[in-house]
Nanobody
Framework: QLQLVESGGGLVQPGGSLRLSCVASGFSLDYYVIGWFRQVPGKEREGVSCISESGASKEYADSAKGRFFISRDNHKNTVYLQMNDLKPEDTGVYYC????????????????WGQGIQVTVSS
């Protein structure tokens, strides 16, 4: 089974930081592009960031540039999203997704998805 599990979410004050983790099981993450997406009720799903198989290439949504940083440790079968200077508009359910043969922030291109984890930025 191809399974992705997110962790590291929660409640944080504006200006704070969180690090999300996405751990893969049932397959090796080495060969997969990984994307992070977020969903807010009443708003379309938004691609946040993605990272290539080796970690050499990274892409960020404009809203994330300079604040969010994606990385991966293939030996741990894990991808991270470091989120700094968090803002209330960053609130949402964050999903990681994987695909072998894609690139970018279009969620329709990804085959495998985690269940999501809540991130709430509030005073």
């Amino acid at each position: 089974q191809l399974q992705l599990v997110e962790s590291g979410g929660g409640l944080v004050q504006p200006g704070g930081s969180l690090r999300l983790s996405c751990v893969a099981s049932g397959f090796s993450l080495d060969y997969y592009v990984i994307g992070w997406f977020r969903q807010v009720p009443g708003k379309e799903r938004e691609g946040v960031s993605c990272i290539s198989e080796s970690g050499a290439s990274k892409e960020y949504a404009d809203s994330a540039k300079g604040r969010f940083f994606i990385s991966r440790d293939n030996h741990k079968n894990t991808v991270y999203l470091q989120m700094n200077d968090l803002k209330p508009e960053d609130t949402g359910v964050y999903y990681c997704a994987a695909d072998r043969f894609t690139w970018g922030l279009d969620g329709a291109e990804y085959d495998y998805w985690g269940q999501g984890i809540q991130v709430t930025v509030s005073s």
